[in-house]
């Protein structure tokens, strides 16, 4: 059992920078691979990026890419999303998910393969 609780987001402006937390209750999160995903009014869910359970491993979504960075400090049951050149497309509730699937990696990019989540947190950036 894992519950997730983000934070850190806000209004900014274009080309600002913001680091999102997301807080893990629960004694497994050191064995889940931890995602961000992120959704604006009317548009699917959009898988950010992804980072496996000892944090050698990350992937990021191709909007996202070459801009933010996704870490985790397991000792401190925390996940982080550092997002720089932020853009108004960024705009969107910004969820935090964990799965504890074995095939976590070829489903990294879809929610289903997350078991947990967030209640998410919101990021608008202005022009």
């Known amino acids: 059992q894992v519950q997730l609780v983000e934070s850190g987001g806000g209004l900014v402006h274009t080309g600002d920078s913001l680091r999102l937390s997301c807080a893990a209750s629960g004694r497994a999160f050191s064995g889940l691979a931890m995602g961000w995903f992120r959704q604006a009014p009317g548009k699917e869910r959009e898988y950010v990026a992804v980072?496996?359970?000892?944090?050698?491993?990350?992937d990021y979504g191709d909007s996202v890419q070459g801009r933010f960075t996704i870490s985790r400090d397991n000792a401190k049951n925390m996940v982080y999303l550092q997002m720089n050149s932020l853009k108004p497309e960024d705009t969107a509730v910004y969820y935090c998910?964990?799965?504890?699937?074995?095939?976590?990696?070829?489903?990294?990019?879809?929610?289903?393969?997350?078991?947990?989540w967030g209640q998410g947190t919101p990021v608008t950036v202005s022009s």
């Open positions: 998910a964990g799965s504890n699937r074995g095939d976590w990696w070829r489903g990294r990019g879809a929610s289903q393969t997350y078991g947990y």
């Open positions: 980072i496996s359970w000892s944090g050698s491993t990350t």
